[in-house]
């Protein structure tokens, strides 16, 4: 039972750290705290039409359901610095952070999105 234990915890905690190697999640709490540091870029993945609804300050807007989003975000980002990623529910994000952190950046994605951020009385501008 024991090395049934382990090996069972030693497979889910593999398939975690597979599954998400390349990219940190974090709570709104600790996105804002990362979006005040002017030096993050601050990535919004959604459509042009979620972004015209209302974004956090200083986003940059690339489409993640662009068939260019990866070259748009190569030519775009800056791989040296930190890239907080988000979109309206967290899917889209962790995706595009995933893509991104396989070619060297370094992503943080906010669980739960735009939705999270609203529900927690954040600050979003529609400029």
């Not at 959604?46 to 190569?74: C, M, P, W």
């Not at 994000?93 to 927690?120: F, P, Q, R, T």
């Amino acid at each position: 039972m024991k090395k049934f234990l382990t090996c069972l915890l030693t497979v889910l905690g593999l398939n975690t750290a597979c599954g998400q190697g390349n990219f940190e999640n974090t709570d709104v709490q600790g996105f804002a705290e990362l979006v005040a540091d002017t030096n993050v870029v601050v990535l919004d993945v959604r459509t042009a039409a979620e972004f015209a609804e209302g974004h956090l300050e200083r986003a940059i807007n690339i489409d993640y359901h662009q068939s260019d989003f990866v070259e748009k975000a190569k030519a775009t980002l800056p791989v040296d610095k930190k890239i907080a990623v988000y979109c309206r529910s967290g899917r889209r994000s962790a995706g595009a952070a995933g893509k991104l952190g396989e070619d060297g950046y370094k992503m943080v994605n906010l669980k739960g999105g735009i939705i999270a951020w609203k529900e927690a009385n954040m600050p979003v501008i529609t400029k």
